[in-house]
T-cell receptor
Framework: NAGVTQTPKFQVLKTGQSMTLQCAQD?????MSWYRQDPGMGLRLIHY???????DQGEVPNGYNVSRSTTEDFPLRLLSAAPSQTSVYFC????????????FGQGTRLTVV | AQSVSQHNHHVILSEAASLELGCNYS??????LFWYVQYPGQHLQLLLK??????LVKGIKGFEAEFIKSKFSFNLRKPSVQWSDTAEYFC????????FGAGTRLTVKP
């Protein structure tokens, strides 16, 4: 059982480049979300989705786009990478919405130079 | 939206000492409460959760937490820590989405 799979695990981008972080889950969870983790700031919610075709902004959505065309996938797009987006990104999913346990992927460590 | 405060940034204990990590949240409605643990280099894993009922909840590895509604608190406790408990601990609150505190780094000295 794969759970939540994130790719890539590591990525280095130049300022201004765009890229997509992939997240897929095989648990048929309705709820999926993206967080960034920075030292001393915990996990901050970027975007979340309560089902296919539905997305909403979290605490720090600027500079990121998401879409949810299927239940399984929830990609996060950086439109024009900035050094401030250097972080570790975690994707999470949950059954029954955000109110139940979140299952996390292994994370993507992104460096923007 | 809800917010979460964790009082301790870094806690250092010796093995067998007792642990209590503070967590307070701000939200006027009904929330679900969680504690997650992140071991070095790993992703977050659930320690315990509270939805309703008995405000004292028990989780894995001997951890427990008490929900005190009047204080908007959900503190994590363990009677006797081990070196293997060295990790970062996050309190989380969910309603429409899930928000996390800044985390508490726990170092247990052997």
């Amino acid at each position: 059982n794969a759970g939540v799979t994130q790719t890539p695990k590591f990525q280095v981008l130049k300022t201004g480049q765009s890229m997509t972080l992939q997240c897929a889950q095989d648990m048929n969870h309705e709820y999926m979300s993206w967080y960034r983790q920075d030292p001393g700031m915990g996990l901050r919610l970027i975007h979340y989705s309560v089902g296919a075709g539905i997305t909403d902004q979290g605490e720090v959505p600027n500079g990121y786009n998401v879409s949810r065309s299927t239940t399984e996938d929830f990609p996060l797009r950086l439109l024009s990478a900035a050094p401030s987006q250097t972080s570790v990104y975690f994707c999470a999913s949950g059954v029954g919405g955000a109110t139940t346990e979140a299952f996390f992927g292994q994370g993507t460590r992104l460096t923007v130079v | 939206a809800q917010s979460v405060s964790q009082h301790n940034h870094h806690v250092i204990l010796s093995e067998a000492a007792s642990l209590e990590l503070g967590c307070n949240y701000s939200y006027g409605g009904t929330v679900n409460l969680f504690w997650y643990v992140q071991y070095p280099g790993q992703h977050l894993q659930l320690l315990l959760k509270y939805f309703s009922g008995d405000p004292l909840v028990k989780g894995i590895k001997g951890f427990e937490a008490e929900f005190i509604k009047s204080k908007f608190s959900f503190n994590l406790r363990k009677p006797s820590v081990q070196w293997s408990d060295t990790a970062e601990y996050f309190c989380a609150v969910s309603n429409n989405d899930m928000r996390f505190g800044a985390g508490t780094r726990l170092t247990v000295k052997p």
